[in-house]
């Protein structure tokens, strides 16, 4: 007479109660994956019993297996708080040693690196100038002001009034900037010339200086009698200043597709440069794509650098650390590394956590059906000892 077949279930029993207990534990863990235990019988090995002659030894924890479904998604009011919607996992970096997670609570250090609350700091494509590389290491946004742009490019889409007599003109003025960032106004001037063919006089002053070389700068716009611009008149170039505070000469020039001549009053449909000044970073924003983008004070965006996402061939491979952390083992299978939203990886949402994936209903019964299972098997050992006392009092 055995106890082992009880004793093996008391044990079983109370491993699932406390795989149980750690999932209730952690029903509020950001990026938990809950766990189950598996079980197995146990028989023990005789070369000259089989089939229906065979007692079962028991019961074994054949593993516990940890559940890699989706978690509910809660927004945050931080924008470096990153939830991933789908398959993956964060890449993490401690001085090289690299593990993984779940959880996407991150914010910047005084170096400006992307870490998360263990000081592990966040991997990716890096990026220079605005520019992400297929270079891969830890995620640093740097808080220096970017560098002005000059203007060398102005898109004016204007109506000129038809109605103006020859002689009369209208004005219109734009900032703009020079290599150092520093801005200076932009007049153009149109004088209307002739009725038929209609043709318009254009005039530039920089800051009320015509163009270096020159008392005065001209060009002329000729519309159809439908008020459509000559398309060989689109684009007015030549115009350079000299500024006196040392920048490069500003020589941008002016393209104006879509310049019309209607009967109606004068107006600026659009007026835009492609120049700015140096700008601080404002605000940070990150992409579906995981691609995170700096915000700065002079309008500017600029790229930052992109999130990858981790994958295995088998998740459930990973060694588990605690502290929402895995790492590689040799069953895992090798990290894959690629973009969110890619090769079955799930997307980025921004300002936002995934929630432990623990189901406390779920979780309620278990714990019930094992406490059972527990009581149960105590029960079986009880018998057991009960016939063997019956046994000691033979006499």
């Keep these: 007479m055995s106890f082992q077949q009880g004793l093996s279930g008391l044990d079983a029993s109370s491993a699932a109660l406390d795989v149980i207990g750690n999932n209730v534990a952690n029903a509020s863990t950001v990026g938990f994956k809950s766990g189950s235990a598996h079980f197995a019988d146990l028989y023990a090995a005789s070369l000259g019993i089989v089939g229906a002659s065979q007692?079962?030894?028991?019961?074994?924890?054949a593993a516990i297996q940890q559940q890699f479904t989706q978690g509910n998604v809660t927004t945050t009011n931080n924008p470096l708080d990153l939830a991933i919607n789908g398959g993956g996992f964060f890449r993490v970096s401690n001085a090289g040693d690299i593990t993984y997670t779940r959880n996407g609570q991150f914010h910047l250090d005084k170096e400006g690196y992307v870490i998360n609350d263990q000081n592990l700091r966040l991997t990716g494509n890096t990026a220079t100038n605005g520019v992400i590389s297929s270079n891969?290491?830890?995620?640093?946004?740097?808080?220096?002001?970017?560098?002005?742009?000059?203007?060398?490019?102005?898109?004016?889409?204007?109506?000129l009034d038809a109605r103006l007599a020859v002689g009369e003109s209208y004005s219109t003025a734009l900032p703009v900037f020079d290599s150092l960032g520093e801005s200076h106004i932009l007049t153009t001037s149109y004088l209307r010339q002739t009725l038929s063919p209609s043709t318009w006089l254009v005039s530039a002053t920089l800051d009320n200086a015509t163009p270096a070389g020159s008392r005065s700068y001209t060009s002329t716009l000729t519309f159809d009698s439908s008020g459509q611009l000559d398309?060989?008149?689109?684009?007015?170039?030549?115009?350079?200043?000299t500024p006196t505070n040392g920048a490069a000469p500003l020589a941008p020039s002016i393209?104006?597709?879509?310049t019309t001549q209607y009967g109606s009053e004068s107006a600026v449909n659009s007026l835009k440069q492609d120049g700015y000044t140096t700008g601080s970073l404002v605000g940070i924003g990150v992409g579906s794509d995981g691609k995170l983008s700096g915000r700065y004070s002079n309008g500017q965006t600029q790229e930052l650098g992109q999130v990858v996402l981790a994958t295995f061939a088998n998740p459930n491979g990973l060694l588990n650390l605690g502290n929402n952390q895995w790492s590689l083992s040799s069953v895992s299978g090798p990290e894959l590394l690629a973009a969110p939203g890619t090769g079955g990886r799930g997307v980025i949402q921004s300002s936002a956590v995934e929630d432990s994936n623990v189901d406390l209903t779920n979780e309620l019964v278990d714990m019930i059906t094992a406490q059972r299972n527990y009581q149960a098997n105590a029960q079986t050992i009880k018998t057991q000892d009960a016939i063997m006392q019956t046994l000691l009092n033979l006499r």
Aim: overall charge negative; glycine content about 14%; hydrophobic content about 40%.
């Design 255 to 258: 393209n104006f597709e879509g």
């Design 231 to 241: 398309p060989l008149e689109t684009t007015l170039s030549g115009l350079s200043w």
């Design 136 to 159: 891969l290491g830890e995620l640093q946004l740097s808080t220096s002001q970017i560098a002005p742009v000059a203007t060398s490019t102005i898109d004016g889409n204007l109506n």
């Design 55 to 61: 007692v079962g030894i028991g019961v074994d924890v």
